[in-house]
């Protein structure tokens, strides 16, 4: 498994933006997909996007922030990046970096075996 930090959540105001960043460790990054999910509370922790492993050509997002949030990666950095703009009271949860060993294979919290400790993200209307 990989270890995953994330960091870059914080306060913003409806509208503001922010970058969380997610560094892995490991020397088989690029060989991971990589996602980001979230959980507010007392709802379950749901999916925000992926990234395929490799060059990271392939993305998927979820309906809710299609056209807003942004996935990439630095492979020669071993960090993945979710760039938030238009940020909604909605996006308040905490932000979950992941990795899979593999290819893309669904946006289901099972398909990632390693997980960040999250970073918190308040959006305040």
């Known amino acids: 498994q990989m270890q995953l930090v994330e960091s870059g959540g914080g306060l913003v105001q409806v509208g503001g933006s922010l970058r969380l960043s997610c560094a892995a460790s490991?020397?088989?990054?690029?060989?991971?997909?990589m996602g980001w999910f979230r959980q507010a509370p007392g709802k379950e922790r749901e999916f925000v996007a992926v990234i395929s492993r490799g060059s990271g050509g392939g993305t998927y997002y979820a309906e809710s922030v299609k056209g807003r949030f942004t996935i990439s990666r630095d492979n020669a950095k071993n960090t993945v990046y979710l760039q938030m703009n238009s940020l909604k009271p909605d996006d308040t949860a905490v932000y979950y970096c992941a990795a899979r060993g593999g290819p893309f294979s669904g946006s289901a919290v099972t398909s990632f075996g390693s997980w960040g400790q999250g970073t918190q993200v308040t959006v305040s209307s």
């Open positions: 490991g020397r088989t990054f690029s060989s991971n997909t």
